[in-house]
């Protein structure tokens, strides 16, 4: 039988496994042998843990809210959190959401009940990539946050609008942080290879400043990524030769291998890369336009889908200003489905290009929203008689086509009589501007307006 003192023992034991105040592993990476430890070792996220910032203040006095940290690969939200745990006198337990199941994480919840009642100490649950957590896995949580008998954190690199349900982000604050500057990385890179207990100070390292800069640039921002793959440079050089490592230029990029750009299909990133994309031909820049193209090419986004959005643009932010383009962007999606990618990309930069440069107009868009809006306004309006089809003869015995005029009976192929609603009489949609082929449409438009006049004034006389 499990009797109280047991019970006690047993949850103190768990404290031993689950908690983070654990030994560095020594066949750890670099990056997680060099986690910081105190606040002071943190390098950058000044906006959220310098001095007197609310954060800062919490962790230091040991009041930790319910917390998700939001931000990039590489950028500490596991480091912070590995101080939270040093600093906190709460049970401290942590997990990554991609490995985790939501039975795991019930008993995770019992035991902290038990250890809140039993033994009076608070629990702080700390998962990584929270948003790999559907909603129904993330409700989990809730009703013991608002009961005070966890204090949940929760680190993602996807913005919690899209990945975090809303019950769960009222219960929380969110932190965001950004990605290192070249200057905090290279501090961290510097500290690593000095470090003689937990990084690379035994090895005798030799790499200049610049070299330095430029390999940090390839890392974007990602500590993570610098730091491990520094040391897997040193470990190459390591099995070549004994003594002074002297890391060159070609040392460090075969360490890199291709760098990986960050561009999730499904997050965040996507969106503002395709707005930016967007925003980018709209304001008639080529050189952006083509950039931002080559960013979600290159990333591997489907060349269909960026072809969708150009057609969307084509439309949307050019219209007839230039017909043309409508006809170039239907026609790139039809060379993705001959070639496929590569060889497409050429098609979608000339279809950016194109666009780019092309004359803008949202008359069209514009215009299509009027109609929207009037529709909600009027409901359905009846089809006027005279333009109504009359494919029987009851149709046409209630007045269906009855005084229809077929323009091609009429002089100059036009005949006045009215084809909106009688509600909207008169009313109007469609304005282009004088740019581009809309000003040929406008004098197209101001014809037929004449035309309406002259009509008018011939069948009064």
């Not at 038990?114 to 790999?132: A, C, G, N, W, Y």
């Not at 009222?170 to 470090?195: H, P, Y």
């Not at 491990?228 to 030769?241: M, P």
């Not at 986004?301 to 072809?307: C, D, G, I, N, Q």
Request: net charge positive.
């Amino acid at each position: 039988m499990l009797t109280i003192v047991n019970l006690g023992k047993l949850i103190l034991k768990m404290n031993d496994l689950f908690t983070l105040k654990t030994k560095k592993n020594i066949f750890a990476s670099l990056s997680e042998r060099m986690r910081p430890e105190t606040i002071n070792e943190i390098v950058g996220q000044d906006d959220i843990l310098g001095k007197d910032k609310p954060l800062r203040l919490a962790i230091e006095s040991d009041d930790i809210p319910s917390i998700i940290f939001w931000g990039p690969p590489g950028s500490g939200k596991t480091s912070i959190a590995n101080v939270i745990s040093n600093k906190t006198n709460a049970f401290f337990v942590i997990f990554s959401a991609t490995n985790t199941s939501t039975k795991e994480v019930k008993k995770m919840i019992e035991e902290a009940k038990h250890r809140e009642s039993m033994l009076h100490k608070r629990t702080i649950i700390f998962i990584d990539e929270v948003h790999r957590y559907n909603k129904g896995q993330q409700d989990v949580f809730l009703p013991h946050i608002e009961a005070g008998t966890i204090i949940f954190i929760g680190a993602t690199t996807e913005n919690p609008s899209f990945q975090v349900n809303a019950a769960l982000l009222s219960r929380t604050k969110v932190f965001i942080l950004k990605s290192l500057s070249e200057n905090d990385i290279i501090t961290l890179l510097k500290r690593a290879i000095k470090d003689k207990t937990k990084g690379l100070g035994n090895e005798k390292i030799k790499i200049n400043n610049s070299l330095l800069k430029k390999f940090v640039q390839a890392c974007s921002g990602d500590a993570r990524t610098a730091l491990d793959t520094l040391e897997f440079a040193v470990n190459l050089e390591k099995q070549k030769k004994k003594g002074e490592i002297i890391l060159t230029e070609l040392i460090l990029n075969d360490a890199l291998q291709k760098k990986i750009l960050k561009y999730d299909k499904g997050g965040e990133e996507h969106y503002n890369i395709i707005s930016a994309l967007h925003k980018s031909l709209r304001g008639s820049n080529v050189d952006a336009s083509l950039y931002w193209l080559g960013r979600m090419l290159e990333a591997g986004e489907s060349p269909l889908y960026v072809a969708r959005r150009l057609i969307r643009f084509a439309s949307e932010d050019i219209g007839n200003a230039d017909p043309h383009a409508l006809v170039l962007a239907v026609a790139a999606m039809q060379t993705i489905h001959f070639i496929g990618m590569p060889e497409c990309n050429n098609a979608l930069a000339q279809l950016v290009i194109y666009l780019a440069t092309a004359p803008k107009s949202n008359s069209v868009y514009v215009s299509y929203q009027n109609v929207q809006k009037i529709i909600r306004e009027t409901g359905e309006l009846p089809v006027p008689l005279h333009i109504r089809n009359a494919p029987t003869e009851l149709m046409k015995d209630i007045g269906y086509g009855k005084n229809y005029k077929y323009p091609h009976d009429y002089e100059d192929t036009f005949v006045q009589q009215d084809y909106l609603p009688e509600k909207l009489k008169n009313r109007k949609f469609y304005f282009p501007i004088e740019r581009g082929f809309e000003r040929e449409i406008l004098k197209r438009l101001e014809y037929w307006q004449r035309l309406k006049i002259k009509k008018k004034k011939d069948g009064a006389k």
